[in-house]
């Protein structure tokens, strides 16, 4: 199995531009979550969607979008990037929300706004 | 709020000795669950373990193991036998309900452990 897959790798962006970032699990999983990695820190929830048709926020939204496109599927659109969205950015699944359900991570995409 | 804390920086450990990697955590919810990630220099995250609030038991996982003590609210990772492969970042995690917001992780600040030869 793949697990969670993570498109693209790197990408480097100038300031205004826009671009999406894919992401996919092949697990079955229901819930389905974006995080920022910066330098010296842990991980923060972008949004998240807890099943398939739902997607809500979570502790830093400002800037981004995101698609539950179907149960596998779950991308985050930058309209706009600007250089504070410099980061890493992970894409998790958990088979629910529940607290003792393991989340399972992509390789992550290094993103870097000029 | 909900909040972990990580307070080495960085750690050196001999190979094929046990270290200890602290963690604390702060949560009025009685319901939680930790998770112990590590993060090798490739960037990916790795689960390594988990607790739940309730279980009786240290979880343990191989060479890892959890000293769980509620309460003095850690959970601090223990890594028996050292090996260079566990030269990484480790990233403490706590989980709280569905309820908030969508069973988010919560994450440390992270300790970078360097394992000597």
């Known amino acids: 199995n793949a697990g969670v897959t993570q498109t693209p790798k790197f990408q480097v962006l100038k300031t205004g531009q826009s671009m999406t970032l894919q992401c996919a699990q092949d697990?079955?999983?229901?819930?389905m979550y974006w995080y920022r990695q910066d330098p010296g820190m842990g991980l923060r929830l972008i949004y998240y969607?807890?099943?398939?048709?739902?997607?809500d926020k979570g502790e830093v939204p400002n800037g981004y979008n995101v698609s539950r496109l179907n149960k596998r599927e779950f991308s985050l659109r930058l309209e706009s990037a600007a250089p504070s969205q410099t980061s890493v950015y992970f894409c998790?699944?958990?088979?629910?929300?529940?607290?003792?359900?393991?989340?399972?991570f992509g390789p992550g995409t290094r993103l870097l706004v000029l | 709020a909900q909040k972990i804390t990580q307070t080495q920086p960085g750690m050196f450990v001999q190979e094929k000795e046990a270290v200890t990697l602290d963690c604390t955590y702060d949560t009025s919810d009685p319901s939680y669950g930790l998770f112990w990630y590590k993060q090798p220099s490739s960037g990916e995250m790795i689960f390594l373990i988990y607790q739940g609030s309730y279980d009786q038991q240290n979880a343990t996982e191989g060479r890892y193991s959890l000293n769980f003590q509620k309460a003095r609210k850690s959970a601090n990772l223990v890594i028996s036998a050292s090996q260079l492969g566990d030269s990484a970042m480790y990233f403490c995690?706590?989980?709280?309900?569905?309820?908030?917001?969508?069973?988010?992780?919560?994450f440390g600040q992270g300790t970078e452990l360097s394992v000597k030869p």
């Open positions: 969607s807890a099943s398939e048709g739902t997607t």
């Open positions: 998790a699944s958990s088979t629910t929300g529940d607290l003792q359900e393991t989340q399972y």
């Open positions: 697990m079955n999983h229901n819930s």
């Open positions: 995690a706590m989980r709280e309900a569905p309820s908030n917001q969508g069973g988010k992780l919560i």
